[in-house]
């Protein structure tokens, strides 16, 4: 029975083979792309060392160079003679790539200003004035709203009730005044990561007037605190996955007082499947990564470190080109992936330190998802922060999509 069993195979393999193309035989899969050309928009803080000529434009579709502020009720350098050339310096490497969107951010973390210049038609319409003059002086292609953020006070800043309407009247301005350009003109704002900041956003109007939301999906775990996370997780992590840790713990906390709004941990996946539940356009949503990592002391090695209560912050930030020449290379980081959110994180048992960060499996990971997910693509913070060496973590953005 053995031998005609056998008979019957060699002969059923055979038709295979001979039916079968020749070339067809190692053919992979197609996948098909909702979103086959992601654009990929690098926030950049010009370096010391600053050489425009390095900068990698070719893989790049928007840079965007940050910050001016809000002084005086106008968009402005705090150091013009000293930042000015570095941003037309800039603008002069679209020789290297003609398609390449030059734009200026207004704002970051802990940036004031916001609330009284967007407080009447008066103060808006000067500010957009005002931005329409830095655009026309140094000809770029666009500009980011970075306010954090509208009716919630980031870091001491000013906040109000109306800044809900006059962000959304603040962003019609700009977009009025971006369309009388004879040429096209991008306008972004960069939003949380956490659904919280969306009860202070009119996304529905606001989306009107926006070509992207920049989602800044890192800081997801925060620089105070004292509990080990994923800071830029990508994948969806429940409740349940991390049942029984410290950290669960104080979600549940967070969650109890009404500081967080669900009781799981944040991600892009999250944050995008809300946002689109919430009605925004899939392709005007893109989602960032980060180029830095967090580091935390005196963790304990249970769970390799992950969701754990630390001694503290060792380094609140540190660039990923310093993670990789002193913790990738050094052989008591061990490098873990967590399945669930899709991240990477590194633990020393001899030093107790544990990092959280983006490295290029997950930024590459990221990519691809926003290009099955259909949405607009990929953005950074901040490009400066990357490796010059080969493998940097825009390589395998770049490779990811294309």
């Known amino acids: 029975m053995k031998n005609l069993n056998f008979s ?24 098909t792309f909702l979103t086959p050309d992601p654009v990929i928009m690098a926030y950049y803080v010009a370096e010391r060392d600053y050489q425009p000529e390095k900068i990698p434009v070719e893989k790049l579709t928007h840079i965007i160079y940050s910050f001016t502020n809000v002084i005086g009720g106008e968009m402005k350098f705090r ?11 800039l603008v002069a490497q679209k020789e290297r790539n003609p398609d390449l969107k030059v734009m200026i951010a207004c704002g970051g973390w802990g940036a004031d200003g916001f609330s009284d210049m967007a407080l009447t038609e008066e103060s808006r319409a000067k500010f957009i004035k005002s931005a329409s003059e830095f655009i026309s002086k140094y000809q770029l292609d666009g500009m980011d709203m970075d306010w954090e953020y509208p009716g919630i006070s980031g870091a001491g800043t000013m906040a109000r009730p109306e800044d809900t309407t006059n962000f959304t009247e ?11 350009f004879d040429s096209p003109k991008v306008l972004t704002f960069a939003s949380a990561g956490w659904k919280r900041y969306y009860d202070f956003v009119d996304m529905d109007e606001v989306m009107k007037y926006a070509d992207y939301t920049n989602v800044m999906t890192y800081d997801q775990v925060s620089g105070v605190s004292i509990y080990t996370g994923h800071h830029t997780p990508l994948g969806d992590v429940k409740r349940a996955d991390i049942e029984g840790t410290p950290f669960q713990a ?22 995008v499947d809300f946002l689109i539940e919430e009605g925004v ?18 963790v304990p090695p249970v769970n390799k470190g992950l969701h754990q209560l630390s001694g503290g912050l060792h380094i609140g930030w540190m660039a990923y080109h310093q993670i990789r020449e002193k913790y990738e290379k050094d052989s008591n980081f061990q490098r873990f992936w967590d399945e669930k959110a899709e991240a990477p994180y590194m633990y020393n048992a001899t030093d107790s330190l544990f990092v959280s960060y983006d490295d290029t499996v997950s930024v590459a990971l990221k990519t691809k998802y926003t290009m099955e997910k259909g949405l607009g693509g990929i953005m950074f913070w901040e490009l400066g922060n990357d490796t010059k060496d080969e493998g940097s973590l825009l390589d395998a953005i770049y490779k990811a999509a294309n």
Not at 8 to 31: K, R
Not at 172 to 177: A, C, F, N, Q, V
Not at 281 to 298: E, M, S
């Open 8 to 31: 019957y195979l060699l002969l059923f393999f055979s038709i295979l083979s001979c039916s079968a193309p020749a070339d067809n035989q190692t053919t992979e899969p197609q996948v």
């Open 79 to 89: 150091n013009e003679e000293v930042a000015g050339p570095k941003l037309e310096a």
């Open 170 to 180: 603040l962003m019609k301005g700009l977009r009025e005044m971006l369309d009388e």
């Open 250 to 271: 104080h979600l549940d906390s967070l969650f109890a007082n009404g500081n967080n709004q669900d009781p799981d941990p944040r991600s892009a996946q999250k944050i």
């Open 281 to 298: 356009d899939p392709k005007q949503i893109v989602i960032g990564a980060a180029f830095y990592g967090r580091v935390w002391a005196g």
